[in-house]
């Protein structure tokens, strides 16, 4: 079996691991296929149809930055037993369903990693798992399932960044590391989801709306892209968050020009959008500060409309 490319300045590797991954699909099943390829015991958590799948395929990923390999990891469709770490990597419109497969109690030790889109879900997730079990996190990273147990990953990044005390982080970073991952730490959990939701919210309002790639929006809607972009980062600083935008706007550069936004293919393909959880929460805090975002209030409430239609 390959092994994950590993960086020169990385941790030496933490004992094998049992680790749940709660949604493997790009995000969640990304991280599952580098973690099994680590040598670390995966247990993907799914509906039937593919927990089914996993078991008898395995997870196969086509990644530029980690190559193409395939993986064995186990499948269920709810826990069974402690694990050391449980990620959290369905979409939020699915957040309470899917911790149903996660009953309560039944980590013992293990932490749990949520890398959803917004800032509201920490609430839940300690409602359900406990005081000291979550540890706040987000991920940037561009990655598709585009079938039970493929996963196509076009980013050539793939950055967690962890919130807490660095004692209790330390195992989970080398951990995230070893498996190829860049791991840094953040002192605020504020902080850090503000600045995810402020990079995210630009690029998946635009590119839902417009039905465009990020190369498209970043050079045809530029304008607006800048303009919604220094919208949340106006949002996020009244939040606690510094946020970078010139730093924000390298990062769209850094996205291959044919990536899409999540948001946007679920529109294209017909699914709940995480409207609410990304452009309802900017909306929300902007309100509750009274900071003024006009391009951004315009983008949700069209999507909303559209959205509406769709369903009806």
């Known amino acids: 079996m390959p092994t994950s490319p590993v960086r020169p300045d990385a941790p ?25 390829r680590a040598g670390h015991r995966v247990i993907c958590l799914a509906g039937p149809a593919t927990a089914a799948v996993l078991r008898e395929d395995g997870l196969r990923v086509r990644s530029a930055q ?26 939020n419109t699915q957040l309470e369903e899917a911790l149903g497969r996660v009953p309560r109690g039944l980590l013992g030790q293990g ?10 879900h920490l609430a839940a997730l300690t409602r359900h798992f406990g005081e000291g079990r979550v540890v706040p996190g987000v991920i940037r990273v561009e990655s598709t399932r585009v079938a039970p147990g493929v996963v196509e990953h076009g980013s050539p990044f793939t950055e967690i960044d962890l919130a807490g005390p660095a004692e209790r982080l330390g ?3 080398a951990v995230l590391r070893a498996a190829g991952v860049t791991v840094e730490a953040a002192g ?15 690029f998946a309002l635009l590119t839902t709306w417009y039905g465009m790639t990020i190369g498209e929006v970043r050079t045809e809607r530029r304008a607006e ?14 939040c606690g968050a510094s946020v970078d935008v010139a730093r924000s706007l390298a990062l769209y550069e850094a996205f291959p020009s ?30 509750r500060h009274g900071v003024s975002v006009p391009v951004a209030a315009r983008l949700v409430a069209d999507l909303e409309r559209r959205h509406r239609t769709v369903a009806q």
Request: aromatic letters at 4%; hydrophobic letters at 55%.
């Open 12 to 36: 030496a590797p933490a004992p094998p691991w049992t680790v749940a991954v709660l949604g493997p699909g790009g995000v969640g099943g990304l991280l599952a296929a580098l973690l099994a």
């Open 66 to 91: 980690f190559g193409d390999f395939s993986v064995p990891v186990e499948a269920a469709a709810e826990l069974r037993e402690p694990v050391d770490l449980c990620l959290v990597t369905v979409k």
């Open 111 to 120: 932490l749990v990693l949520p890398l959803l889109n917004g800032v509201e």
């Open 171 to 173: 195992t989970l970073r």
């Open 188 to 202: 605020d959990e504020s902080a850090l989801l503000w600045t995810k939701l402020a990079f995210l919210a630009p």
């Open 225 to 238: 892209l800048v303009a919604v972009l220094k919208e949340a980062a106006a949002v996020g600083g009244a």
């Open 258 to 287: 044919d990536a899409r936004s999540s948001m946007q293919r679920d529109a294209e393909a017909g699914r709940p959008l995480e409207l609410d959880a990304i452009g309802g929460a900017l909306l929300r805090a902007a309100r």
